[in-house]
T-cell receptor
Framework: DSGVTQTPKHLITATGQRVTLRCSPR?????VYWYQQSLDQGLQFLIQ???????AKGNILERFSAQQFPDLHSELNLSSLELGDSALYFC????????????????FGPGTRLTVL | KNEVEQSPQNLTAQEGEFITINCSYS?????LHWLQQHPGGGIVSLFM???GKKKHGRLIATINIQEKHSSLHITASHPRDSAVYIC?????????FGTGTSLTVIP
């Protein structure tokens, strides 16, 4: 158990709908990262938050948005869902914001499996 | 164009064998990560390194910054090592992932 929790575990929805995925980081971790893993694209970095502020942005679509709240949990909002958004969505957390420090190991949550029908 | 290339894609080994997975990258990096993903889907970070070598139990990761190459070694492999191993690099504001190496260790 990494200490990172994600809810829900599974989500089935229809095209055009909007969903919210939730992530609670490990106690003491200030950074939260979101990743998407699909069969055709593999793992992709979406976005990072550090202590409530956006720190880095990856391949996140405009239909997707995220935020980190004062209690450090984070939510990933996916709207106008398409079939191609079906994927595993992981969040990870780390203590620092730095991408350089080898002491800033990331701990991954179990993922949310999103199926868009 | 893939910023991170891994080889081999698939690997089958007998229990006890020494295993090497290779990773080459084409961008300037802040750090290189080795991840393990089990069949259930969960991801574990094995190593994060920016130079030299790290060892954890039977796992060893090395990186050569000049050659833009890293290797993950597993000594005395065991069936519980069966998983997908993913190499990733961070550049300061972006992550790039390899497509993974699927390892099966046969008893």
């Amino acid at each position: 158990d990494s200490g990172v929790t994600q809810t829900p575990k599974h989500l089935i929805t229809a095209t055009g709908q909007r969903v919210t995925l939730r992530c609670s980081p490990r106690s003491g971790d200030l950074s939260v990262y979101w990743y998407q893993q699909s069969l055709d694209q593999g793992l992709q970095f979406l976005i990072q938050y550090y202590n409530g502020e956006e720190r880095a942005k990856g391949n996140i679509l405009e239909r997707f948005s995220a935020q980190q709240f004062p209690d450090l949990h984070s939510e990933l909002n996916l709207s106008s869902l398409e079939l191609g958004d079906s994927a595993l969505y992981f969040c990870a957390s780390s203590v620092f914001s730095s991408w350089r420090s080898s002491y800033n190991e990331q701990f991954f949550g179990p993922g949310t499996r999103l199926t868009v029908l | 164009k893939n910023e991170v290339e891994q080889s081999p894609q698939n690997l089958t080994a007998q229990e006890g064998e020494f295993i090497t997975i290779n990773c080459s990258y084409s961008v300037g990096i802040s750090a290189l990560h080795w991840l393990q993903q089990h069949p259930g889907g969960g991801i574990v970070s094995l190593f994060m390194l920016s130079s030299g070598k790290k060892k954890h139990g039977r796992l060893i990761a090395t990186i050569n910054i000049q050659e833009k190459h890293s290797s993950l070694h597993i000594t005395a492999s065991h069936p519980r090592d069966s998983a997908v191993y993913i190499c990733a690099v961070s550049t300061g504001n972006q992550f790039y992932f390899g497509t993974g190496t699927s390892l099966t260790v046969i008893p």
